[in-house]
């Protein structure tokens, strides 16, 4: 019996030891990466958008050699929309069974503030030349106004939007006629009061344009010929 024992001890212990060379208990290089927020509360949105995260993973070298589908998470579902600010802790989504996942740091704070809307004027700006013969009236805008929304801090910088044509690619397409219209699909661009530009991301929604119309007037030259004669 003691035999037997000690046969099995030396066993186990040689496919402990076989195993642990072929695939060993390792910890893996720490991963950045960046967390999943989730259930974020009606009427809020985050002040600091992006949160990131380093990720350890402890286990078999195969398990480990990379960070796979894990992602790490922070669920904000408990958080009162009254709430402004908050500690959340962060959990790790998609790991793998008998790897252990250390997460840093271990929770997060949150910074939440309202979802506002308001609207902004949009105006014309030129930006090129029309061809010397050519005028324009004041352009019809439509939408004339634009509704930005999103956080409290983003949406009430915004004052005014502004959209613009290229004017010098414009031609009269008959030498005859007085005046033609031009119409054009414009991306608008939000700037605040001091004039500088402000990301539309998360202020308006993708794809947003406004119809630009111009009334183009031409200028008809006339040529006069010149008769010579002789004595």
Not at 204 to 211: A, D, H, I, Q, Y
Request: charged letters at 10%; one cysteine or more; proline letters at 8%.
């Amino acid at each position: 019996l003691s035999r037997f024992v000690a046969a099995l001890i030396m066993s186990v212990a040689l496919w402990y030891y076989v195993t642990n060379q072929e695939n060993p208990i390792v910890r893996s290089q720490p991963f950045s990466l960046q967390a999943d927020i989730q259930h974020i509360p009606a009427g809020l949105a985050l002040r600091n958008q992006a949160i990131t995260v380093i990720v350890t993973a402890r286990g078999l070298q195969d398990q480990v050699s990379s960070p796979g589908q894990i992602s790490p998470v922070v669920d904000l579902k408990g958080i009162s929309p009254d709430a402004r600010e908050a500690t959340v802790p962060v959990t790790i989504s998609g790991g793998r069974p008998g790897v252990q996942y250390t997460v840093d740091p271990p929770t997060v704070n949150i910074s939440l503030e309202p979802i506002v809307s308001k609207t902004v004027p949009v105006a014309f700006v030129s930006q090129s030349s029309l061809p010397i013969n050519l005028t324009y009236l004041t352009p019809s805008l439509s939408p004339a106004v634009l509704t930005v929304s999103g956080p409290a801090d983003q949406a009430n910088r915004v004052d005014h939007a502004t959209v613009s044509v290229p004017l010098s690619s414009i031609t009269s397409q008959n030498s005859a006629q007085s005046s033609f219209t031009r119409t054009f699909s414009a991306v608008p661009q939000l700037f605040d009061s001091q004039g500088r530009v402000i990301s539309a991301s998360g202020l308006l929604p993708s794809g947003t344009r406004v119809k630009v119309t111009l009334q183009v007037n031409v200028s008809l030259a006339i040529q006069i010929g010149r008769a010579s004669c002789r004595e």
